[in-house]
């Protein structure tokens, strides 16, 4: 009997981490092939390797290795470089910077792989003896310190990013607004979940070591089901980082009327329908650097690049919603440049007051009743 409740206990350890995993790579296959650009790819990338991590743990911690050892550390190389790529995904996210991928990026995820070869090259019987002697042999120790350094990378990955951008410039009140609360909520939960798993793998704390694991699921379930909040909380870190930088003018040398008058004519072009539309090929278009562009959003209309993008969106979201001929939600959201049909809504309900429906069925019974 005892043996058997340990083995249903293993089996529903083995399925909880299983099916993170699973959930994780099959998100991140379908948002590879929703959507194209760079940035989608650095988070598939992100994504792919969680759905890795939680697989290779969910064979460790239950022992279920023994069947197959060779997958216990096949997500080390990801995690590095995914650790890298959310550095530039953040920058992209909060700071509309280009995405350019420096070399050096891939050199921890590379130096892990050098590690791994003698694992790798060991027989099946070799691999289940390293593993026995994980804590115990000096290769254990290296192995065991890139399943520690896996995690440190991630926590110093974001926390310079946190103590460069997000500390010196945004103001604490913004994490406290009503819609910022399930990103805060998830960002102290990933705080909380890398801090214990470093905490188990540095002083060997079994006990830690799977509390990590297990809450994984939860905080990628958990995000996935709030993501849509997170998009206005983006945009109000954004935007306070963004008039934080700004103590010392970059438009100085710039005539403000021509900016004006090139954003006029590439608004009048509709250059905002196009959905991969960012901040840096706007500011080429206008001939100007991405970092004086914000700015000019900033000092001119007190909001930053997407706010100015939206708003001639909406409007020409409005037009084909008052055509005769009715077209679909989503039809309308792609063709303004949204990606999704429930951003699409979110935004148009902020600044019309109403869903893009509730506004056609508004229109239909004004018409009506004046004829």
Same mark, same amino acid.
């Given at each position: 009997? /005892?043996?058997? #409740?340990?083995?249903?206990?293993?089996?529903?350890?083995?399925?909880?981490? &299983?099916?993170? +995993?699973? @959930?994780?790579?099959?998100?991140?296959?379908?948002?590879?092939?929703?959507?194209?650009?760079?940035?989608d790819l650095l988070w598939s990338f992100v994504l792919f390797s969680t759905g890795l991590w939680l697989l290779t743990g969910a064979f460790m911690f239950? $022992?279920?290795?023994?069947?197959?050892?060779?997958?216990?550390? *096949?997500?080390?190389? @990801?995690?590095?470089?995914? +650790?890298?790529?959310?550095?530039?995904?953040?920058?992209?996210?909060?700071?509309?910077?280009?995405?350019?991928?420096?070399?050096?990026?891939?050199?921890? #995820?590379?130096?892990?792989?050098?590690?791994?070869?003698?694992?790798?090259?060991?027989?099946?019987? &070799?691999?289940?003896?390293?593993?026995?002697?994980? #804590?115990?042999?000096?290769?254990?120790?290296?192995?065991?310190?890139?399943?520690?350094?896996?995690?440190?990378?991630?926590?110093?990955?974001? /926390?310079?990013?946190?103590? $460069?951008?997000?500390?010196?410039?945004?103001?604490?009140?913004?994490?406290?607004?009503? =819609?910022?609360?399930?990103?805060?909520?998830?960002?102290l939960l990933i705080w909380i979940d890398l801090l214990i798993g470093s905490i188990g793998f540095g002083f060997q704390i079994p006990l830690f070591r799977?509390?990590? +694991?297990?809450?994984?699921?939860?905080?990628?379930?958990?995000?996935? @089901?709030?993501?849509?909040?997170?998009?206005?909380?983006?945009?109000?870190?954004?935007?306070?980082?963004?008039?934080?930088?700004?103590?010392?003018?970059?438009?100085?040398?710039?005539?403000?009327?021509?900016?004006?008058?090139?954003?006029?004519?590439?608004?009048?072009?509709?250059?905002?329908?196009?959905?991969?539309?960012?901040?840096?090929?706007? +500011?080429?278009?206008?001939?100007?650097?991405? &970092? !004086?562009?914000?700015? %000019?959003?900033?000092? $001119?209309?007190? @909001?930053?690049? %997407?706010?100015? *993008?939206?708003?001639? =969106?909406?409007?020409?979201?409005? $037009?084909?919603?008052?055509?005769?001929?009715?077209?679909t939600i989503l039809s309308i959201a792609d063709s303004v440049g949204f990606n999704s049909k429930s951003t699409f809504n979110r935004v148009f309900l902020?600044?019309?007051?109403?869903?893009?429906?509730?506004?056609?069925? !508004?229109?239909?019974?004004?018409?009506? !009743?004046?004829?």
């Amino acid at each position: 009997m /005892g043996t058997e #409740s340990i083995s249903l206990t293993l089996l529903l350890e083995f399925l909880w981490m &299983g099916s993170g +995993a699973i @959930f994780c790579i099959i998100w991140s296959l379908s948002n590879l092939v929703n959507h194209r650009k760079i940035s989608d790819l650095l988070w598939s990338f992100v994504l792919f390797s969680t759905g890795l991590w939680l697989l290779t743990g969910a064979f460790m911690f239950t $022992r279920f290795y023994l069947y197959f050892p060779s997958i216990v550390f *096949i997500h080390i190389p @990801f995690v590095f470089l995914s +650790a890298s790529f959310l550095y530039y995904y953040l920058e992209y996210l909060f700071l509309e910077k280009d995405i350019n991928v420096h070399w050096i990026s891939f050199l921890p #995820s590379l130096v892990s792989v050098v590690f791994l070869i003698p694992y790798y090259q060991s027989s099946y019987s &070799g691999k289940l003896t390293t593993l026995d002697l994980l #804590s115990h042999s000096e290769y254990g120790a290296i192995l065991t310190g890139l399943n520690f350094g896996i995690k440190l990378s991630i926590l110093i990955s974001v /926390g310079i990013f946190l103590i $460069r951008e997000w500390i010196p410039n945004v103001r604490l009140s913004v994490f406290f607004t009503k =819609r910022a609360i399930y990103s805060l909520v998830f960002i102290l939960l990933i705080w909380i979940d890398l801090l214990i798993g470093s905490i188990g793998f540095g002083f060997q704390i079994p006990l830690f070591r799977k509390l990590s +694991a297990y809450l994984l699921p939860i905080l990628m379930y958990f995000y996935f @089901f709030t993501r849509e909040l997170w998009e206005p909380f983006v945009s109000d870190v954004r935007d306070n980082i963004q008039k934080n930088k700004y103590e010392k003018s970059k438009l100085v040398s710039l005539p403000l009327e021509t900016i004006d008058q090139s954003l006029y004519e590439l608004m009048q072009e509709k250059v905002f329908c196009d959905e991969d539309l960012n901040l840096s090929k706007l +500011a080429e278009l206008v001939g100007v650097k991405s &970092g !004086q562009l914000s700015e %000019y959003f900033h000092k $001119r209309y007190g @909001f930053g690049f %997407y706010q100015y *993008i939206n708003q001639y =969106r909406i409007e020409e979201a409005k $037009r084909y919603l008052l055509e005769p001929t009715e077209r679909t939600i989503l039809s309308i959201a792609d063709s303004v440049g949204f990606n999704s049909k429930s951003t699409f809504n979110r935004v148009f309900l902020e600044k019309v007051g109403v869903t893009p429906t509730d506004f056609r069925k !508004q229109s239909k019974q004004s018409n009506s !009743q004046e004829t």
